[in-house]
């Protein structure tokens, strides 16, 4: 019964391949996030969707691209992978971050490592 | 100057003892603040928020904000070894789509 679920958990990939990361929510939640926590467990948002639309994109390289096909799932596909992409990526939802004080969920977080 | 600054510790506390976690920001529009706890391995879980000055008591958790001075903390009573976790300060702004920016984190070890 998880309340925000990513696959996979562990992901580890060559220099210049490209991968994917999924998540899904059954919370019915209308706002979804990745954030990227780095080896000194510094959290950065990367993106963020509400209801299927992109409200915030930070400066990350495009080889970065989010795509929510519904408000329950939000993915993440990463092209031509580097060694600075090593690191763990979360996926969170909260309720709308504009009406109000919500917290986030966050999934269990997928431990990417390239080599 | 970090958006979110918190000492990265570790903060050491006997158990039994008051833990107590400190974090500032630098963005005076800000509008709510949340704490989570993060243990090794695993995924940020939210604690408490707290978006009015003063205090704000959850069980043996006690959020402060002090939005003159631009400083978030919280209070653990009654420390307990299952509280050692790292734990993060998160600032939701209202301007760039009320984007939640998050602390670098404060590792806390409580000692039985």
């Known amino acids: 019964d998880t309340a925000v679920s990513q696959t996979p958990k562990y992901l580890v990939t060559q220099m210049g391949n490209d991968k994917s990361i999924k998540c899904e929510q059954n919370?019915?939640?209308?706002?979804m996030y990745w954030y990227k926590q780095d080896s000194k467990k510094f959290l950065k948002i990367m993106f963020s969707y509400n209801n299927k639309e992109l409200i915030i994109n930070e400066t990350v390289p495009n080889r970065f691209s989010p795509k929510s096909p519904d408000k329950a799932h939000l993915n993440l596909h990463i092209n031509s992978l580097e060694l600075g992409d090593s690191a763990v990526y979360f996926c969170?939802?909260?309720?709308?971050?504009?009406?109000?004080?919500?917290?986030?969920?966050f999934g269990s977080g997928t431990r990417l490592t390239v080599v | 100057q970090k958006e979110v600054e918190q000492n990265s510790g570790p903060l050491s506390v006997p158990e039994g003892a008051i833990a107590s976690l400190n974090c500032t920001y630098s963005d005076r529009g800000s509008q709510s603040f949340f704490w989570y706890r993060q243990y090794s391995g695993k995924s940020p879980e939210l604690i408490m928020f707290?978006?009015?000055?003063g205090d704000k008591e959850d069980g043996r958790f006690t959020a402060q904000l002090n939005k003159a001075s631009q400083y978030v903390s919280l209070l653990i009573r009654d420390s307990q070894p299952s509280d050692s976790a790292t734990y993060l300060c998160?600032?939701?702004?209202?301007?760039?789509?009320?984007?939640?920016?998050f602390g670098a984190g404060t590792r806390l070890f409580v000692k039985a």
């Open positions: 919370l019915g939640h209308d706002t």
């Open positions: 998160a600032v939701k702004r209202k301007t760039g789509g009320f984007k939640t920016i």
């Open positions: 707290i978006y009015s000055n």
């Open positions: 969170a939802s909260s309720l709308p971050s504009a009406s109000g004080n919500y917290g986030y969920t």
